[in-house]
T-cell receptor, first 111, second 114 residues
């Protein structure tokens, strides 16, 4: 089976940098994704890592270490609009590519 | 142009009723999903279809029955609704190319069972 752990809540101030960690235990691993969800909205895809290393997309970066079963989402130059829930998701390479989502991290950005 | 659409957006119904939620994607994706998100925001996969074929069927009561008439549509029918079925149901789709997976979610259907 799959299990993922990420912090339930993170608070930071505008302009700061925040890192949201995700550790996982899986029976099969294909890649790690990150999704953002604003209150009342739908999850939206942010990034995907299949290989070790850092992927950068604008203010957001995502990192993966397969050997450590660990990844993180790095948000830079935080803005108020970044206040949302962030989910890591592991894609299984043994079960029809099923994605299992973590319980989500609520990020609150304060002025 | 909506990529993944769901109807209805809100659904309020009584226990014991039967209801359906419809989903359509115009992205040309091969795979579609149903997720349930409860009040604690836990997002759990329920079903997945690839080219109209069921490929993932999680431990979901058999009161829930998905149907995919074609690869652009995935509907969810729920029989004998229970209080615990109250949640937001999201439809999603993805193109299974193998390298980099992005699932595109619909706006969600908020189901309230009274």
């Amino acid at each position: 089976g799959q299990s993922l752990e990420q912090p339930s809540e993170v608070t930071a101030v505008e302009g700061a940098i925040v890192q949201i960690n995700c550790t996982y235990q899986t029976s099969g691993f294909y890649g790690l994704s990150w999704y953002q969800q604003h209150d009342g909205g739908a999850p939206t895809f942010l990034s995907y890592n299949a290989l070790d290393g850092l992927e950068e997309t604008g203010r957001f970066s995502s990192f993966l270490s397969r050997s450590d079963s660990y990844g993180y989402l790095l948000l830079q130059e935080l803005q108020m609009k970044d206040s949302a829930s962030y989910f890591c998701a592991v894609r299984d390479d043994t079960n029809a590519g099923k994605s299992t989502f973590g319980d989500g991290t609520t990020l609150t950005v304060k002025p | 142009d909506t990529a993944v659409s769901q109807t209805p957006k809100y659904l309020v119904t009584q226990m014991g009723n039967d209801k359906s939620i419809k989903c359509e994607q115009n992205l040309g994706h091969d795979t579609m999903y149903w997720y349930k998100q409860d009040s604690k925001k836990f997002l759990k996969i329920m079903f997945s279809y690839n080219n109209k074929e069921l490929i993932i069927n999680e431990t979901v009561p058999n009161r829930f029955s998905p149907k995919s008439p074609d690869k652009a549509h995935l509907n969810l029918h729920i029989n004998s609704l229970e209080l615990g079925d109250s949640a937001v149901y999201f439809c999603a789709s993805s193109q299974e190319t193998g390298a980099g997976e992005a699932q595109y979610f619909g706006p969600g259907t908020r189901l309230t069972v009274l």
